[in-house]
């Protein structure tokens, strides 16, 4: 070992700071004897790996490795530092899976759009938690083409036709819509008492529905110039502009339940369409579906009126989360 003042001065400084990220890549190469297969495993470049080894030395003050034109060798001092600390994140890397498995066994990542989530989902969700209070629900709410291949999804609240590739699907209910809007805006609107009056009236259109208005006209038998209105990102900014009055909207009435039942939305024109699709949960079949995820589908099917899937009915809510068995 170095007995240089500057070694001594470096004893007496108190270990703080420690250099983690230049100790673990000696670990590796240490390990692997060189930089080569030790920025393999890190997915690094050898120069990556040794310029952390670099500071490392420049931190202890002592070499580690002596580097010749084309190879590198371990000193004593570094092949008896590295015995010491491999076994250290060894243990800090299992641990850290331990915690990820962990985690992972106990959450649901849930694909769902923001608008089923807000208005359907996130209000039903304390009741799950309540039966299964060590279940964790992430929620992924992009807006693209479900596919379960490459991903972390456990499960999905989509809308459509219950086909869904390497996937099982449940439906939950069929998607109603029918036009809503504030009872405000209606009467500022005179009271709309036809269908005709929907010609003086302001359309609002969610972008990724911009087809709604035109396909419930249709069905309704009135003519509606679908071009015109206000459009907005999603459906959950659309039907807020339609509580606040800005004009009518094409609502899914499964998810507008609640404004409809307080009287912050009203249907003027009641004239509901079943549009063809409807609400499923879907989750991957290329795996067998987590303990959690089963409950969580269960509980989903029993909050629509449907049959369970996995457990009878009853079964997973009466029995304790940690007896419900993979």
Same mark, same amino acid.
């Given at each position: 070992m170095d007995d240089s003042p500057r070694s001594a001065s470096k004893a007496s400084q108190p270990l703080n700071n420690l250099p983690l990220n230049p100790m673990r890549a000696f670990a590796v190469a240490s390990r692997h004897k060189t930089f080569t297969a030790a920025a393999a495993q890190m997915g690094v470049s050898q120069v990556a790996v040794s310029r952390q080894i670099a500071i490392l030395e420049n931190y202890l003050g002592v070499k580690l490795f002596e580097r010749g034109a084309r190879s590198v060798k371990l000193t004593e001092v570094g092949r008896n530092f590295g015995h010491e600390i491999a076994g250290l994140f060894d243990d800090l890397e299992t641990a850290t899976a331990r915690i990820l498995a962990n985690e992972s066994r106990n959450t649901v990542n849930l694909r769902i759009y923001p608008t089923f989530a807000h208005h359907w989902l996130m209000p039903r969700l304390a009741e799950f938690s309540r039966r299964h209070p060590d279940c964790r629900i992430r929620l992924d709410t992009r807006v693209e083409p479900l596919d379960f291949r490459g991903t972390h999804l456990d499960a999905a609240l989509q809308l459509g036709h219950g086909a869904w590739r390497d996937a099982r699907a449940r439906k939950l209910f069929d998607e109603v819509v029918d036009v809503v809007c504030a009872p405000?805006?209606?009467?500022?609107?005179?009271?709309?008492?036809?269908?005709?009056?929907?010609?003086?009236?302001?359309?609002?259109?969610?972008?990724?529905?911009?087809?709604?208005?035109?396909?419930?006209?249709?069905?309704?038998?009135?003519?509606?110039?679908?071009?015109?209105?206000?459009?907005?990102? *999603?459906?959950?900014? *659309?039907?807020?502009?339609?509580?606040?009055?800005?004009?009518?909207?094409?609502?899914?009435?499964?998810?507008?339940?609640?404004?409809?039942?307080?009287?912050?939305?009203?249907? &003027?024109?009641?004239? &509901?369409?079943? *549009?063809?699709?409807?609400?499923?949960?879907?989750?991957?079949?290329?795996?067998?579906?987590?303990?959690? *995820?089963?409950?969580?589908?269960?509980?989903?099917?029993?909050?629509?009126?449907?049959?369970?899937?996995?457990?009878?009915?009853?079964?997973?809510?009466?029995?304790?989360?940690?007896?419900?068995?993979?």
């Open positions: 405000a805006y209606a009467e500022r609107m005179g009271g709309l008492k036809s269908l005709e009056d929907i010609a003086r009236c302001d359309l609002l259109h969610s972008r990724y529905r911009r087809s709604e208005w035109e396909r419930w006209s249709r069905a309704a038998g009135v003519e509606v110039n679908a071009r015109e209105g206000i459009e907005f990102d *999603t459906s959950l900014l *659309t039907y807020s502009a339609a509580r606040q009055g800005f004009g009518l909207a094409v609502g899914q009435l499964d998810l507008l339940t609640e404004e409809l039942e307080s009287g912050a939305l009203i249907r &003027p024109f009641d004239r &509901p369409w079943r *549009t063809g699709a409807a609400f499923w949960v879907v989750w991957p079949t290329m795996t067998s579906a987590g303990a959690q *995820t089963r409950r969580f589908v269960d509980w989903l099917l029993d909050a629509s009126g449907e049959s369970p899937e996995f457990f009878r009915r009853g079964a997973a809510a009466e029995m304790p989360s940690e007896q419900v068995t993979d």
